[in-house]
């Protein structure tokens, strides 16, 4: 069984690195966690910024629960250890949900909300999603090529190339999109 991870909201929001992270959880190279509260923020934030309507939101929100129905950690589970937690108050509901659901690591965008000293004590890490990605792509490169080609590909609007895809992942996944075009030029 693979390692599980909680997606904090920041990984969430930006809609190339999402659809990435979905992607390598669907071809089960981790075991993908998140709670309610999560996905809330994440549609509150879409709302918010003007990228999708409330009813678009809710689709998406809606898709993703159906498509991963087995990564929502229950709201209970986090209640109870979220007041243990000792990393930022507005993210502790993050952390409790990576200890409820038995995840190894909460990817974020948001590192300094999630200090060492806080995750350490749940045998919990927080990683940015440039590391995480690259974590990924060296346990199985095939997996993450064959993943983002399918991603590329179904890209429409507008359509993308795969170089096309790396260069939006570039901006939040810096150093695993170079790697990914260093293996794909040296092939």
């Not at 599980?4 to 979905?22: C, E, G, H, K, Q």
């Not at 709670?35 to 879409?46: G, K, P, T």
């Not at 910024?49 to 087995?70: C, K, Y």
Request: glycine share 2%; net charge negative; aromatic share 6%.
């Amino acid at each position: 069984m693979p390692f599980a991870a909680v997606l904090d909201a920041s990984v969430l929001y930006p809609l190339p690195l999402r659809d990435t992270l979905l992607r390598m959880a669907e071809a089960e190279l981790y075991d993908l966690r998140w709670s309610a509260q999560i996905l809330d923020e994440v549609s509150r934030n879409l709302v918010t910024d003007r990228r999708a309507t409330e009813a678009q939101a809710q689709r998406l929100i809606d898709l993703m629960t159906e498509a991963f129905d087995g990564a929502a950690v229950p709201r209970p589970a986090i209640d109870k250890l979220e007041p243990s937690m000792t990393n930022h108050p507005k993210d502790r509901h993050v952390l409790a949900a990576a200890v409820a659901g038995d995840a190894q690591a909460v990817v974020t965008l948001n590192l300094k909300d999630f200090p060492s000293e806080a995750c350490e004590a749940f045998n919990v890490e927080a990683l940015h999603p440039d590391e995480f990605l690259l974590d990924l792509y060296g346990l199985a490169p095939a997996t993450v090529h064959a993943a983002l080609t399918r991603q590329a590909a179904t890209l429409r609007r507008p359509p993308m190339t795969l170089n096309d895809l790396l260069d939006r992942l570039a901006v939040t996944a810096p150093a695993f999109a170079d790697a990914v075009r260093t293996s794909l030029s040296a092939t």
